[in-house]
């Protein structure tokens, strides 16, 4: 059974930094993507980055280029979301999410998904 479970969220002021984890078990790391995405109230879900785990090469989406870093270790198959100068817009709900192959890092586009994690940002 594929299962993806984040952590890591938490309450953190204006300017904060987190690191949101998601442990993955089930299925064999090296052969899916993971995403990370997020979800605010009455907003559609969002791709933050993506990570092919087979040669650890993330993507980013525009909505949190410079400031979102997204990386991996496959001895824990565990991939991360290193979050920095955080805004009140970033408040959310947190997703990771699995799948063979992506293009865009769209949400449609993954199959399995976490149960989601909350950070907000107060300023």
């Known amino acids: 059974e594929v299962q993806l479970v984040e952590s890591g969220g938490g309450l953190v002021q204006v300017g904060g930094s987190l690191r949101l984890s998601c442990a993955a078990s089930?299925?064999?790391?090296?052969?899916?993507?993971i995403g990370w995405f997020r979800q605010a109230p009455g907003k559609e879900r969002e791709g933050l980055g993506c990570?092919?785990?087979?040669?650890?090469?993330?993507s980013y989406t525009n909505a949190v280029k410079d400031r979102f870093t997204v990386s991996k270790d496959n001895a824990k198959s565990t991939v991360y979301l290193q979050m920095n100068n955080l805004q009140p817009d970033d408040t959310a709900v947190y997703y990771c999410?699995?799948?063979?192959?992506?293009?865009?890092?769209?949400?449609?586009?993954?199959?399995?998904w976490g149960q989601g994690t909350q950070v907000t940002v107060s300023s």
């Open positions: 089930g299925f064999r790391f090296d052969d899916y993507a």
């Open positions: 999410a699995a799948s063979r192959v992506y293009y865009y890092c769209l949400a449609n586009e993954f199959n399995y």
């Open positions: 990570i092919s785990t087979a040669d650890g090469s993330p």
